[in-house]
């Protein structure tokens, strides 16, 4: 069964800082691995995922996520944060059916 | 850009009330999926359908009903309403491919309180 780890529920980071987002995952077969945004009172919007092909995914808004196998890690990064980048994300495998997500983890930017 | 759509994105009510949370989606998708989320928790999947007259219950036990009548419509209802159900609940749909792999959209929500 798939599963997937966030460490850290509240990230906190300067404005202009690096944003750095922990994700580990666990499957039985080879991951399709996801990173979903959540803005307050909204529903969750696809960031960026990874399926085959360059481990190095990039998304939208500067985000971008490596995929390293060894590691059984999908760790999302951005150079310099925003004060738009405030919100919840979730990282997410496929499993047999339907996706996991992990518990989510909350980013704030401090000005 | 995903076009799924849900109604009402607030509703209060009492107790012992009947409530049907819509969802509609313009895409096409066959999958559809609705999930429960309390604040700043995760999501947990409670129905999800692979296309007409297909349902199928989730990973969390949950007390609502859905039903799949049309592709693009995949309402989620609650007989009897309980505080203990106010939540947040999201809809989603996927690819029609069915590959794995295939991306979730998801509708703004229905943020739900039961007085």
């Known amino acids: ?111 | 850009e995903a076009d799924i759509y849900q109604t009402p994105r607030y509703l209060v009510i009492g107790t012992g009330k009947k409530i049907t949370l819509e969802c509609s989606q313009t895409m096409g998708h066959d999958k559809m999926y609705w999930y429960q989320q309390d604040p700043g928790m995760e999501l947990h999947l409670i129905h999800y359908s692979y296309g007409v007259n297909s349902t199928e219950k989730g990973d969390l036990s949950s007390e609502s009903t859905v039903s799949r009548i049309r592709t693009e419509h995949f309402p989620l209802t609650l007989e009897s309403a309980r505080p203990s159900h106010t939540s947040q609940y999201l809809c989603a749909s996927s690819d029609p491919s069915g590959a794995r792999g295939d991306t979730q959209y998801f509708g703004p929500g229905t943020r739900l309180t039961v007085l």
Request: net charge positive; proline share 5%.
């Open chain 1, 1 to 111: 069964a798939q599963s997937v780890t966030q460490l850290g529920s509240h990230v906190s980071v300067s404005e202009g800082a690096l944003v750095l987002l922990r994700c580990n995952y666990s499957s039985s077969v080879p991951p399709y691995l996801f990173w979903y945004v959540q803005y307050p009172n909204q529903g969750l919007q696809l960031l960026l995922k990874y399926t085959t092909g360059a481990t190095l995914v990039k998304g939208i808004n500067g985000f971008e996520a490596e995929f390293k196998k060894s590691e059984t890690s999908f760790h999302l990064t951005k150079p310099s944060a925003h004060m738009s980048d405030a919100a919840e994300y979730f990282c997410a495998v496929q499993g047999a059916q339907k996706l996991v997500f992990g518990q989510g983890t909350r980013l704030t930017i401090n000005p």
